[in-house]
């Protein structure tokens, strides 16, 4: 297609050169047969020069032209907007993972905190248990002294207390 679009271009070119140009070209032609073959190609080169210098801005507006008309110009590539999109669903799902890792690190710290409630409760409930087993353990004592002394003072007879 671009080598369609060059040809285009430099046949516009030629039919758009300046007389005085035009005029040159066709002498040169004409001289064709009475110049050595390596000046022939070396005024050829010239020539081509001086085509290719009009036949360029031309082709840059044929170019443009034609990926406008594809639709590639001004739009935005579509990879590039499947990259944005991949990149933005990506930052979407970092996002997630993130708001879901700070949900679990709340979660584990409230369990923590709960854990350690518990922990306190037991250990109140724990003194507690050991506070009423020694207060037992007391009665007990006491009301075995008690007896004790009943018992020694109905086999004595005496006031012990």
């Not at 409630?117 to 007391?138: G, H, M, P």
Request: aromatic fraction near 4%; charge should be negative.
């Amino acid at each position: 297609m671009m080598q369609h679009l060059q040809f285009l271009a430099g046949q516009m070119a030629q039919e758009q050169l300046p007389p005085e140009m035009q005029q040159q070209i066709d002498q040169l032609m004409a001289q064709a047969g009475q110049i050595p073959p390596d000046q022939m190609m070396q005024m050829q080169s010239q020539m081509q020069m001086m085509i290719e210098q009009f036949s360029s801005p031309i082709l840059a507006q044929m170019t443009q032209e034609l990926m406008l008309s594809i639709g590639q110009g001004s739009q935005e590539d579509p990879l590039v907007r499947i990259r944005e999109k991949e990149t933005e669903l990506r930052e979407r799902e970092l996002e997630a993972d993130n708001a879901q890792f700070v949900a679990k690190q709340d979660q584990r710290m409230q369990e923590k905190l709960l854990e350690n409630e518990l922990a306190r409760e037991r250990l109140r409930l724990n003194s507690e248990n050991a506070d009423d087993k020694t207060q037992i353990s007391r009665e007990r004592l006491e009301q075995q002294a008690r007896l004790k002394l009943l018992e020694l003072q109905a086999k004595f007879g005496g006031d012990f207390a």
